[in-house]
């Protein structure tokens, strides 16, 4: 594996391509001595599930423009487009969605089960977690679905606001079992990437923050640092074959974080 640190834009080195099937978003506070801000990262996976960190960089806050603007930097040094990317949260989501419309979308679970947590009333939260992360133990989309259904009709009168939360996106949670069994466990989550991150740091692969502020200028964030890094495999060809998809919807179709469990249930 070859490690290089990609140049400002604007500079005199030209960036590194890089190809990930797989990509892995998460947003947490900044370290110092930028610890004014949230690190956007992400980290990419091999169609073998070998983890590669590829970028990062601090902006002013984790809202949709600075998602945008972090990840159309991160597609000019991607060579092709990947075939899912796991995001944190909402505002990850719509500004991928507009970098990467076509893209095949995942929710993080574990992101998602720590606000449906906070939602649930304290007496029921142990068994509510439970059961929920039994959903995406499944082994396979249609058990996951069987046992969502079994969920919503235990929990959607105690905790109607995380019953509705998980419905309403049910598809984009669920999309890891369009891929790969070996590939579930990496894809469902984005828990890797902050610790990818803190490992790139100690490593020095990241370098030092640097003042970013034309960059920053342009996109809103007040003039912060970022963390230049691209993690170039040698070897990497261009990703495999989209997977054929199971069932009638896929994640990223017109019909995205429409519930698969249709009108029926």
């Known amino acids: 594996m070859r490690t290089e640190v990609d140049r400002v834009v604007g500079g005199d080195e030209a960036p590194v391509r890089v190809a990930a099937p797989f990509v892995l978003l998460d947003s947490f506070p900044a370290p110092l001595p930028a610890s004014q801000g ?68 995942q929710v993080s679970v574990s992101h998602s089960l720590r606000w449906w947590a906070r939602q649930a009333e304290g007496a029921h939260r142990a068994p509510w977690v439970a059961e929920v992360r039994r959903i995406f133990a499944a082994p396979d989309l249609e058990t996951a679905v069987t046992r969502f259904r079994a969920w919503r009709l235990r929990w959607r009168h105690r905790d109607h606001r995380a019953v509705e939360a998980l419905e309403a996106d049910l598809a984009a949670h669920l999309a890891f079992y369009h891929f790969p069994r070996r590939l579930w466990k990496q894809l469902r989550t984005a828990t890797a990437v902050r610790k990818a991150f803190l490992r790139a740091l100690q490593a020095g692969i990241l370098g030092r923050p640097v003042p970013d502020g034309a960059r920053a200028g342009a996109a809103g964030r007040g003039g912060l640092v970022f963390y230049r890094t691209v993690n170039a495999p040698e070897a990497d060809g261009p990703p495999p074959a989209d997977p ?22």
Request: glycine fraction near 10%; hydrophobic fraction near 45%; charge should be neutral.
């Open 244 to 265: 054929r998809w199971h069932g009638a919807t896929a994640p990223n179709s017109p019909d995205v974080g429409r519930s698969p469990v249709g009108a029926t249930v």
């Open 38 to 105: 949230f690190v956007l990262a992400a980290l990419g996976l091999t169609a073998d599930g070998i983890p590669r960190f590829l970028a990062a960089e601090v902006a002013g806050g984790e809202e949709e423009e600075a998602w945008h603007a972090f990840l159309t930097r991160l597609a000019a040094v991607m060579s092709h487009r990947p075939l899912l990317v796991c995001a944190p949260g909402e505002p990850a989501l719509r500004g991928l969605r507009k970098v990467y419309p076509h893209t095949h979308v």
